[in-house]
């Protein structure tokens, strides 16, 4: 899974360079960007994980399946190119969620095209990435409030 050490050749010219963006998704990565790398782990250290460079696109989803599968009132997550994620140990899966066979913690999905990481895994806590959506807000416990700037989906996006 994943490339080990696909090194992105240099872009050219200025317009890579462009002034920092925030970690709000859009595709196309600055040279500044694409510098970042994020890891993290499960709760026993069974399996970790990295990532190169700012996600695609970072939300958070209220929604019942996301409920159990947490086991708590949402998920946040952020998705990267899947040549952009790594990961080593031995994890288990569950309608194509991953969590690690040892204690269980819920990790990361991932397709031949995309990554979604769970961000809780993350060694950075709180992280720089901040959700630019909310899928299934109807599911959303009354006292969480809309994240400020977010888009707001009743259920998926459409
Ligand atoms: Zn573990
Ligand atoms: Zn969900």
């Not at 909310?134 to 888009?151: H, N, S, Y």
Request: proline share 6%.
């Amino acid at each position: 899974m994943g490339n080990a050490d696909a090194s992105e050749p240099p872009k050219a010219g200025f317009a890579a360079f462009g002034l920092p963006r925030r970690f709000m998704g859009g595709g196309h990565q600055t040279g500044w960007v694409s510098a970042m790398m994020f890891s993290g782990q499960c709760l026993c250290g069974q399996v970790k994980i990295s990532v190169r460079g700012g996600p695609l696109r970072v939300g958070i989803c209220h929604c019942t399946n996301c409920r159990r599968e947490s086991g708590s009132a949402f998920t946040f997550y952020a998705v990267w190119p899947v040549d952009q994620f790594e990961h080593i140990g031995e994890t288990a899966e569950f309608q194509g969620q991953r969590f690690c066979l040892r204690c269980g913690s819920h990790l990361f999905s991932a397709d031949d095209r995309e990554a979604e990481i769970k961000l809780g895994i993350l060694s950075e806590a709180p992280t720089s990435l901040v959700p630019t959506y909310e899928l299934w807000i109807k599911r959303r416990e009354p006292w969480l409030r809309p994240i400020d700037g977010a888009e707001q989906y009743e259920e998926d996006r459409k």
